[in-house]
């Protein structure tokens, strides 16, 4: 049973539960992440302002507001119809989808501390508060019934977001929207040049961390801890990367025809490509697991010094340039390619599990500027690879347009292009044969090969 708002009696210092910050100093910061997303920046981007000391809290109170910001919104709405400013508002926001959520909080202590947040902030406007968020707490069942007629409100995804997942997926759309709205797993890739899957469970087990394997080198967490817990990690003995994202390396080194044949194995020292690197988790997978002369490409300056950042604490060796893979007279030697890996940009709606703002940032208009780079992408690179070679084509989407789509309209485009085995669309709501314990992001993998 939920308490009525007192704030008399609540502390006025009140702490974040697993933080030694009050709690009115982390919704200050929130509120400003928040009004940072509504403005159309990332809240990776927003989190990095943050101070240290309270970015935990602030991430944790975040991605809690991101997951309810639909109905947040909705509901200061009907008890605010004029918009406040950007910072009033967020604050308002974050208080709204605290209180809906099954909050750690008890009611009197977040109306009081964001009342506190918001006379250090926007005094004149902490009155309002303090009003908005006891009529809401007085009427909150009936609000929230109200509120959730609206599929925004209902959903926490945009309206667009979610006709096209009914479009796409009648069976599943429903299960995709909700799986949104839980954290995602904590997965390992064991460094296989370092020791052995067992030999890291093992590891784990005697830090009383228990897994699950899984694919090539996949560990699963029973339950996600900070990374710096993990033993070796900051020697390269592991990485975090989840099971969708491991199964690149499995699909290009361990190629299939479409009848299931093995392809001929790569060659040590084989020339290979990852035209869209950053932040490196599946070149690192690669060199971990084949012995490559790998080239990494990025648009992104910056994204790639993180790139060479994990090859250094993983102890591997790629070449790295930063250039759009698509303009090969800037890059290419004319040397044909053994394989490809195109990890194309996209809308990233297969993995708002892990960036739950994702949804909030992308619009409708943004789906086809990117299938647009997918397959400039795609036509630009498939006749750099020799007779004989592979590209794997894969984004991180559960939208068509981004991924079956693209294949088969890509394939219209060039008749010498041959399919090969790939899962197609990963949906973090369905099992398949040999997944994780736990299914991974989603995500869509494509196979192409040229005959010999």
């Not at 979610?162 to 796409?168: A, E, G, H, S």
């Not at 943004?366 to 592979?390: F, N, S």
Request: some cysteine; charged content about 20%; hydrophobic content about 40%.
């Amino acid at each position: 049973m939920r308490e009525s708002p007192s704030p008399r009696s609540a502390p006025t210092q009140a702490p974040a539960p697993g933080h030694s910050l009050p709690l009115w100093q982390l919704l200050i910061h929130t509120a400003e992440a928040v009004a940072a997303v509504q403005k159309g920046r990332s809240l990776t981007e927003a989190l990095e302002a943050c101070p240290s000391a309270a970015r935990p809290g602030t991430q944790a109170l975040s991605f809690a507001v991101m997951r309810q910001l639909g109905l947040a919104q909705h509901l200061r709405g009907l008890l605010v119809p004029r918009k406040p400013a950007p910072w009033v508002d967020a604050l308002l926001t974050t208080t709204l989808a605290l209180a809906c959520d099954a909050s750690q909080y008890t009611d009197h202590t977040l109306v009081d501390q964001a009342v506190n947040a918001c006379k250090r902030q926007a005094k004149p406007a902490s009155g309002m508060v303090n009003a908005v968020m006891r009529r809401f707490l007085r009427e909150r069942d009936t609000l929230i019934e109200q509120a959730r007629q609206d599929p925004v409100a209902h959903w926490n995804h945009p309206k667009w977001w979610i006709q096209r997942l009914q479009n796409d997926w009648p069976e599943h759309w429903q299960a995709l929207l909700t799986s949104n709205q839980t954290p995602a797993p904590l997965m390992l890739r064991v460094n296989t040049r370092r020791g052995t899957v067992a030999d890291y469970q093992a590891r784990l087990q005697a830090q009383g961390l228990s897994s699950q394997p899984f694919g090539m080198a996949g560990l699963l967490l029973d339950q996600a801890v900070p990374v710096h817990q993990l033993p070796g990690f900051a020697e390269g003995d592991v990485s975090v990367q989840d099971a969708s994202a491991q199964q690149a390396a499995q699909w290009l080194l361990q190629a299939r025809d479409a009848q299931g044949q093995l392809l001929p194995a790569l060659p040590s020292g084989a020339r290979v490509l990852d035209a869209c690197s950053a932040p490196g988790g599946k070149t690192a997978h690669l060199l971990e697991a084949a012995d490559l002369s790998l080239l990494a490409l990025d648009t992104d300056a910056q994204r790639l010094v993180r790139v060479q950042e994990t090859l250094d604490r993983l102890g591997l060796s790629a070449q790295t340039q930063a250039v759009d893979a698509a303009q090969t007279a800037l890059w290419w030697d004319q040397t044909p390619l053994d394989a490809i890996v195109l990890d194309a940009p996209c809308s990233a709606s297969g993995i708002v599990r892990r960036h739950p703002d994702v949804r909030w940032l992308r619009r409708a208009t943004d789906i086809q500027p990117l299938a647009d780079i997918q397959d400039r992408l795609l036509d630009a690179l498939w006749p750099l690879l020799k007779p004989g070679g592979r590209l794997l084509y894969c984004t991180c989407s559960v939208f068509k347009a981004e991924g079956e789509h693209r294949i088969e309209a890509f394939l219209q485009r060039q008749p010498d292009a041959l399919r090969g085995m790939a899962p197609g669309h990963l949906l973090p709501v369905v099992e398949y044969p040999g997944d994780a314990p736990l299914t991974g992001d989603g995500f869509y993998y494509a196979l192409l090969h040229k005959p010999a």
